[in-house]
Structures are given as structure tokens and as C-alpha cells.
């Protein structure tokens, strides 16, 4: 009894201040989804950056590419009490024509440039699929895979790939078997 004497005061002081500042009714939703995971991602890998740092043109045009910079997802906490023992990976964002399954760049003077995804092994994981990550282990677990970047067949052959900074982004979404 004695909370619900606290909770009227509060909200008949707080209707009392509403009112007067006249705001809309109903104007802060809130939602979500409450799920069942086996592993809880890092926080610090749910906003990553990399930064390829300069690129020197004559290798993307000797090479088609650059080698490969490491990323590591990881996955705390991983209980395989919940049943779900396989992790997979899907990689969304502005995928390319040709070559398909890789990540369009923005920029304003860099054109045909692109940013692939490869297992740590040199498998592709093109765009917009769902790839397979392996079978989890209790506690931890890390995702290794690489990104490079990749010249457009065309571009390249033309030598016109153009020089200044450029930027993309995407998202990943995990899922359990």
C-alpha cells in the first residue's frame, strides 16, 4: 500500500508539470525482443571500425587487391544449455554487381573500389548470405574473418580507380543453430 501512495504522488506531481508545458500524449514508445541466445556479443565489437590506412594505387593495380586485416567478433558467456550449437553470420550493405558479394565504397573521387570478406582461410563470405561460423564451445568464443579491398575488373584493367578517402559501412547479424 505504501508504494502505490508514493507512485500517485509522483504521478499527479508529474501530471500537474505535464499540463502545464502542454506536451502530446503518448509520445515515448518503448519496444523490443526479448530472445534466447547462447553467447552475448562483446560490446566492444558492436560498433567496428577499420581503418585501412593509406592505400598505394600501383598495388591494388598490380595485385587486384589488398591482403587481408584481421577482425575478431567476440562471444562471451556462450551456454550450450540452450540447445543452439552452430553460429552463423550474415553481412548486409550496398552489395556490388560485378563482381557481386562485395561492399560498394562512398567517395567522391575513388571509383570501382570495393571491400570484400574472407574467412581467416580465404573463403569468400560475399554480402547478403548467411554463412556458417562453426560449432561454439562453453564461454568464449571468437569469430575470426578478414577484410581487404578489391578494384573492379574494369577499373582496374583502365587504370582509373582515382585517388582521395573513402568510406562504407555495413551491418552483421548472428544467428544460432
Given at each position: ?16 508539470w505535464v499540463s502545464a508545458v502542454q506536451a502530446a500524449e503518448d509520445n515515448l514508445y518503448f519496444s523490443g525482443t526479448l530472445v534466447n541466445e ?118 582496374l584493367a583502365n587504370r582509373t580507380l582515382g585517388l582521395g578517402d573513402f568510406e562504407a559501412s555495413m551491418t552483421f547479424e548472428l544467428s544460432y543453430?
Amino acid at each position: 500500500m505504501g508504494n502505490w501512495a508514493i507512485i500517485l504522488t509522483i504521478w499527479l506531481s508529474a501530471s500537474l508539470w505535464v499540463s502545464a508545458v502542454q506536451a502530446a500524449e503518448d509520445n515515448l514508445y518503448f519496444s523490443g525482443t526479448l530472445v534466447n541466445e547462447p553467447c552475448v556479443l562483446d560490446e566492444r565489437d558492436e560498433l567496428i571500425k577499420l581503418d585501412f590506412k593509406s592505400v598505394v594505387n600501383k598495388d591494388l593495380y598490380l595485385n587486384g587487391r589488398t591482403k587481408g586485416r584481421p577482425i575478431v567478433l567476440r562471444l562471451n558467456n556462450c551456454d550450450l544449455d540452450v540447445g543452439k550449437r552452430m553460429v552463423n553470420i550474415t553481412f548486409s550493405g550496398n552489395e556490388s554487381s560485378e563482381p557481386p558479394g562485395l561492399l560498394l565504397l562512398q567517395s567522391t573521387t575513388v571509383q570501382g573500389l570495393m571491400v570484400g570478406l574472407e574467412t581467416a582461410g580465404g573463403t569468400a563470405l560475399p554480402l547478403n548470405k548467411n554463412h556458417p561460423m562453426g560449432e561454439l564451445t562453453s564461454g568464449y568464443n571468437a569469430l575470426n574473418f578478414n577484410a581487404y579491398l578489391k578494384g573492379a575488373p574494369e577499373v582496374l584493367a583502365n587504370r582509373t580507380l582515382g585517388l582521395g578517402d573513402f568510406e562504407a559501412s555495413m551491418t552483421f547479424e548472428l544467428s544460432y543453430e
